[in-house]
């Protein structure tokens, strides 16, 4: 079993950054790949940044691209996600989410993942 908590989140003006953490605990961290979701106002679940459990393979939708970096420290057993250039449609609640690493690679397919966290809102004001 894999517990996930997320911080960091909160009210940003657009044009602002902010970083998002999530810490894991519960099994080895370096065995699963992450990745970033996130709750938009119309209650859709969209995919924001993937990592591959070595770190080496990350992967974005084209509306993060250039503006999310998704980092982890398997060391810490933490994942990060910074966010650049918010804009208000990066306003949602987001989550970090777990699954199982069969291979180094990065996926945005939300049934992947089996483990979420209860997540942290972002909210981008104009």
């Known amino acids: 079993q894999v517990k996930l908590v997320e911080s960091g989140g909160g009210l940003v003006q657009a044009g602002g950054s902010l970083r998002l953490s999530c810490s894991s605990s519960?099994?080895?961290?370096?065995?699963?790949?992450m990745a970033w979701f996130r709750q938009n106002p119309a209650n859709e679940r969209e995919f924001v940044a993937a990592?591959?459990?070595?770190?080496?393979?990350?992967f974005y939708p084209d509306s993060v691209k250039g503006r999310f970096t998704i980092s982890r420290d398997n060391a810490k057993s933490a994942l990060y996600l910074q966010m650049n250039d918010l804009k208000s449609e990066d306003t949602g609640l987001y989550y970090c989410?777990?699954?199982?690493?069969?291979?180094?690679?990065?996926?945005?397919?939300?049934?992947?993942?089996?483990?979420w966290g209860q997540g942290t809102q972002v909210t981008i004001s104009l």
């Open positions: 519960g099994e080895t961290f370096s065995n699963y790949k």
């Open positions: 989410a777990a699954g199982p690493a069969f291979d180094d690679r990065a996926t945005g397919t939300r049934h992947h993942y089996d483990y």
């Open positions: 990592i591959s459990w070595s770190g080496r393979a990350t």
